[in-house]
């Protein structure tokens, strides 16, 4: 008896611990960008592009990167949404059951998830180059895509997989086709779900930098073209950070911060529409 005490109450202090180093690493970056970035942070940042010398020290903003982030992370997001939830229906076991080709599928998106983001970037280069395209905004949403992939896919495919047999039987019951069960009673049993798949691969995408280094290129301008070279806010940062004067590398601190809000923004978006979204649940 005072061995499983002991047991239990080791394993919930390393479970308090635990919990304590993920929440106290998030608040440690938060505040450290926040007291970093915040000083240099103003309206000019967000509304105007680099002007002249702006990577000198001189006046300007970052308007271009935040656009471009947000047509990059969007863009990406949408076309990866598009091809993931198609994936992760097709892989429920009334289409596909547990057959070897759905097996090698998972185990391919498994693999694709663990490739370092540098690698899309480099195969969507050389993509490019053998296509005769340049870097631009084009070139960055499709790399960003095949990123976001995988992890879109998996994720909801988890979430798919909570859907009781039951409910589908029922809808089978009463005459529905295998593809009005997978829309109108899977996908609605499992949107919240679905956002938060649609959330992580959207922090991912307009978070990274590696994939679109090569593919999207760097402009101060706002692009008008999918063809256009585009800004983004993870380049921005590194870019300033990478200058040896301290007014340009307090920006990139800023630039991080914008970045940080946009993220935190999207989250308690996603969280509300989410709370909306739970009627459609059975419990």
Same mark, same amino acid.
């Given at each position: 008896m005072r061995r499983r005490k002991a047991e239990e109450t080791i394993f919930k202090s390393l479970m308090i611990a635990s919990i304590a180093v993920v929440v106290g690493t998030l608040l440690t970056i938060v505040i450290m960008i926040t007291l970093k970035g915040l000083p240099a942070l103003n309206l000019a940042m967000i509304t105007q592009t680099p002007k002249g010398g702006y990577y000198l020290g001189k006046e300007g903003g970052i308007l271009n990167a935040i656009v471009g982030s947000l047509y990059l992370a969007v863009g990406a997001t949408v076309l990866a949404f598009l091809i993931s939830l198609p994936i992760a229906l097709f892989l429920q076991r009334d289409y596909i059951g547990k057959t070897r080709f759905a097996s090698v599928v998972k185990?391919?998106?498994? !693999?694709?998830?663990?490739i370092p983001s540098i690698v899309y970037g480099a195969f969507g280069?050389?993509? $490019?180059?053998?296509?005769?395209?340049?870097?631009?905004?084009?070139? #960055?949403?499709?790399?960003?895509?095949?990123?976001? !992939?995988?992890? $879109?896919? @998996?994720? $909801?495919?988890?979430? &798919? @997989?909570? &859907?009781?047999?039951?409910?589908?039987?029922?809808?089978?019951?009463? #005459?529905?086709?295998?593809?009005?069960?997978?829309?109108? &009673?899977?996908? @609605?049993? &499992?949107?919240? #779900?679905? $956002?938060?798949?649609?959330?992580?691969?959207?922090? @991912?995408?307009? #978070?990274?930098?590696?994939?679109?280094?090569?593919?999207a290129g760097y402009t101060d301008r706002i692009p008008t073209s999918p063809l256009d070279p585009v800004a983004s806010l993870p380049l921005a940062v590194f870019f300033q950070l990478g200058t040896p004067f301290p007014e340009v590398q307090q920006r990139a601190y800023a630039s991080a911060l914008i970045l940080l809000l946009i993220i935190l923004l999207i989250s308690v978006l996603t969280r509300l529409l989410s709370k909306r979204f739970t009627r459609h649940t059975i419990r």
């Open positions: 185990l391919s998106m498994d !693999i694709l998830w663990g280069f050389i993509i $490019m180059l053998y296509l005769g395209v340049r870097a631009s905004l084009l070139g #960055g949403i499709i790399a960003l895509t095949l990123l976001e !992939i995988p992890i $879109m896919t @998996r994720a $909801m495919d988890e979430v &798919v @997989r909570t &859907v009781s047999p039951d409910l589908k039987a029922a809808s089978f019951t009463l #005459g529905a086709t295998r593809l009005q069960t997978s829309v109108n &009673v899977v996908v @609605r049993q &499992v949107l919240p #779900g679905i $956002m938060t798949a649609v959330l992580l691969a959207f922090g @991912r995408g307009i #978070g990274d930098a590696a994939s679109i280094l090569f593919t």
